[in-house]
């Protein structure tokens, strides 16, 4: 108090904050609370800031409660220097002013005033008032704390407040790591996208990591049905296969949860205050406490519905749990279109490729050249229809001048029933002995070939014809073919010969009877696969058997070329399909003594 | 700030959120004339109040005289810590009945 207010100034004070207060108590209580903020800034303990606040507030009231009319029109200054070790605080008014009283003690506990001044000296460590004609200035220090100095040392406050923090703390830890494992789960997917993995097995690792991080305890996994009209079950947890609940169909809405939320696209919740429908068959698997549906779609598209549930805790999910699972549950929806169109290109592709490799194996199957047969002329057509792979003939020199023909349909398509015209063609070419009697060479064929063909249940229709020119006949036999078809000339019309007979590879011992048949010179017959009976014109009519025959006799009146008689067949043939495409093999051996 | 008077005997004001040199006077003034003459008990809930200073403690004394005048009491209800230290700093933690 002795010292010159000069060398006050000069050596200690240093202005970092200055305001201006209009000279009443609510501009300088504002002016207060920015005086608080500024000396959080500086990183002032909350204790400090509490003890400034209060002690600031005490003493520009003073200044404000001291002002006459005049005085009212000046501000309050209030200066704040913030050093190390030590706060000052300077508020000046230019009041008339108070005297300073010789001891600041508190007033009796009655009294309703003149606490100000023993609040602001038990706040502070030193406090100078100046007073002037002109101004009054109140200089406040208050050491700054060196470590956890508290301006009020209640022990008890303190480990509230410690006790505080370290729950806030632990609050932040768990939220903290609730986010990061939630980023590290989404990360850990985002690398599995476009992967080729098991679709059932992602859903359930990513449900697994989703239940904890919502707090729930149950989880059904459904996919809408390729139809689109029923939500089928893919995963229940906890649980297996046995416990999956049934389908359910999505017009289903008002007795099923999950077909709600797909159909209104709408997120349900239930619980006990907006209970499941008596006969949702989520209750089987959720009879107790909440959950929440959810339906997901791709593209606008419904992919499927989750439902989280919690069978114990009471709590409905919170908004930031329900935005954890809108999130995980995007991921799995591009996942399951993804594994979708993986699928299906997959599939196309080794279709394709299928049809590829049948195609070539029954390409190779085919005679690159027909033997002669004089008189007999004989000309081939193997046309393949998009998906199919079982027809061949084969045209085999049967010595003496003979010729064995050979036209099968392998029942099935692709690769396996172009490896079955393989095996056949192999088999009758490995028995020559045979050639000239075909029932016999059928008979043993189906023994050599049936424990395969039953095996994998396939069957053959193939029919032999041993031609032999000296004698001017065909001899046939038939494993459940087509019939061999024979215009005679000067007959009316062309007719169908011989027994249809059983398919190779139906019953082991099968005997196959052999029909022989004159084909005198203009004679014209036809071996055939059913593709050919079977095609259809625009009104959706089958050729048939009739038809044919019919088709026979023009072809044997049009041409003695065996070659144009197949053109011509062939494009009757076309004309009659019109823009029906194929939908089997057609195979066909046209015959003609030209004798 | 609100007052209700549950029964006839009490007062309960609420919402207070400073008591300050501002306000004190007529926050006083406020409660007194709210107060039915045959109020004995105010409970003064202080949940709210962010800050407090010498003015307000006048405010709380004088309102304390008002209804020890009638044998009544003023209980302070769930003031915040800073609240109570400026309580206890000044002593009048003996002379109200705090309520935590």
């Known amino acids: 108090m002795n010292q010159p207010i000069a060398s006050i100034i000069r050596r200690e004070f240093r202005i970092s904050l200055r305001l201006e207060a209009a000279c009443e108590f609510s501009a300088v209580r504002a002016a207060t609370l920015a005086v608080r903020d500024w000396l959080a800034e500086k990183g002032l303990p909350e204790a400090d800031l509490g003890a400034w606040e209060l002690a600031l507030v005490e003493a520009a009231n003073n200044a404000v409660k001291y002002a006459d009319a005049s005085a009212r029109q000046r501000p309050v200054t209030i200066e704040i220097s913030c050093g190390e070790r030590e706060v000052e605080a300077r508020i000046t008014d230019q009041t008339a002013g108070f005297d300073w009283p010789a001891a600041v003690d508190l007033p009796d506990v009655e009294s309703e005033s003149g606490r100000g001044l023993f609040i602001i000296k038990s706040l502070t460590d030193q406090v100078i008032y100046l007073r002037h004609p002109d101004e009054n200035v109140m200089v406040l220090r208050r050491a700054r704390p060196v470590s956890g100095g508290e301006m009020f040392p209640d022990v008890g406050q303190l480990q509230t407040r410690l006790a505080e923090a370290e729950a806030a703390l632990t609050d932040m830890t768990a939220e903290l790591a609730s986010s990061y494992e939630s980023l590290v789960a989404i990360f850990r997917y985002s690398s599995e996208l476009g992967a080729h993995t098991d679709l059932k097995d992602f859903s359930r690792r990513l449900l697994k990591d989703l239940m904890p991080l919502t707090e729930a305890d149950c989880a059904v996994l459904r996919l809408v049905s390729s139809d689109g009209k029923k939500l089928e079950s893919l995963l229940v947890l906890p649980g297996d296969e046995k416990s999956l609940p049934p389908p359910i169909a999505l017009a289903d809405a008002a007795t099923s949860a999950e077909a709600g939320a797909a159909q209104h696209r709408q997120d349900i919740w239930f619980g006990p205050e907006e209970a499941l429908a008596e006969k949702d068959p989520l209750r089987a698997v959720m009879p107790a406490g909440n959950g929440l549906c959810h339906a997901f779609y791709v593209a606008n598209q419904l992919v499927g519905t989750v439902t989280l549930g919690r069978l114990l805790a009471a709590k409905p999910f919170t908004a930031a749990q329900v935005n954890l699972l809108h999130t995980f549950i995007d991921f799995l929806a591009i996942q399951i279109v993804n594994a979708r169109l993986l699928d299906e290109r997959t599939a196309a592709r080794v279709t394709r490729r299928e049809l590829q490799i049948a195609a070539d194996i029954q390409r190779s199957l085919l005679p690159s050249k027909i033997p002669v047969c004089r008189p007999f002329e004989v000309a081939a057509a193997c046309q393949s229809a998009?998906?199919?792979?079982?027809?061949?003939?084969?045209?085999?020199?049967?010595?003496?001048?003979?010729?064995?023909?050979?036209?099968?349909?392998?029942?099935?398509?692709?690769?396996?029933?172009?490896?079955?015209?393989?095996?056949?063609?192999?088999?009758?070419?490995?028995?020559?002995?045979?050639?000239?009697?075909?029932?016999?060479?059928?008979?043993?064929?189906?023994?050599?070939?049936?424990?395969?063909?039953?095996?994998?249940?396939?069957?053959?229709?193939?029919?032999?014809?041993?031609?032999?020119?000296?004698?001017?006949?065909?001899?046939?036999?038939?494993?459940?073919?087509?019939?061999?078809?024979?215009?005679?000339?000067?007959?009316?019309?062309?007719?169908?010969?011989?027994?249809?007979?059983?398919?190779?590879?139906?019953?082991?011992?099968?005997?196959?009877?052999?029909?022989?048949?004159?084909?005198?010179?203009?004679?014209?017959?036809?071996?055939?696969?059913?593709?050919?009976?079977?095609?259809?014109?625009?009104?959706?009519?089958?050729?048939?058997?009739?038809?044919?025959?019919?088709?026979?006799?023009?072809?044997?009146?049009?041409?003695?070329?065996?070659?144009?008689?197949?053109?011509?067949?062939?494009?009757?043939?076309?004309?009659?399909?019109?823009?029906?495409?194929?939908?089997?093999?057609?195979?066909?051996?046209?015959?003609?003594?030209?004798? | 700030m609100h007052i209700q008077n549950p029964d006839a005997q009490t007062a309960v004001v609420t919402g207070l959120v400073e008591l300050v040199a501002a306000n004190a006077a007529q926050v006083r003034d406020d409660i007194r004339a709210a107060l039915p003459a045959t109020t004995v008990r105010l409970d003064l809930d202080l949940s709210a109040l962010t800050f407090l200073d010498s003015s307000g403690l006048g405010t709380l004394v004088s309102l304390n005289k008002t209804l020890r005048s009638r044998n009544g009491t003023v209980r302070l209800l769930q003031p915040a810590p800073n609240v109570r230290q400026v309580l206890e700093l000044t002593r009048l933690h003996r002379v109200f009945e705090i309520t935590p």
């Open chain 1, 386 to 595: 998009l998906q199919v792979g079982g027809d061949f003939y084969d045209l085999i020199p049967a010595g003496d001048g003979a010729l064995l023909l050979v036209i099968a349909d392998v029942m099935g398509k692709g690769v396996p029933a172009a490896l079955f015209a393989a095996v056949l063609r192999s088999t009758i070419r490995s028995m020559p002995q045979l050639f000239d009697q075909p029932g016999e060479l059928l008979a043993t064929a189906n023994r050599t070939l049936y424990p395969d063909l039953s095996r994998v249940d396939m069957f053959i229709t193939a029919k032999l014809a041993h031609l032999d020119p000296r004698k001017q006949v065909i001899v046939t036999a038939s494993a459940g073919h087509c019939p061999l078809l024979v215009w005679q000339p000067g007959a009316p019309a062309a007719e169908a010969v011989g027994q249809p007979g059983f398919p190779l590879g139906i019953e082991p011992l099968t005997r196959y009877d052999q029909t022989e048949t004159p084909l005198p010179s203009g004679a014209v017959a036809l071996l055939y696969t059913d593709g050919l009976t079977e095609i259809r014109n625009a009104a959706g009519e089958m050729l048939g058997e009739k038809k044919l025959l019919q088709l026979l006799a023009q072809t044997a009146g049009q041409t003695s070329d065996v070659q144009g008689g197949k053109r011509f067949l062939l494009g009757k043939l076309a004309d009659y399909c019109g823009q029906s495409p194929l939908t089997d093999d057609q195979t066909l051996i046209l015959i003609r003594n030209n004798l």
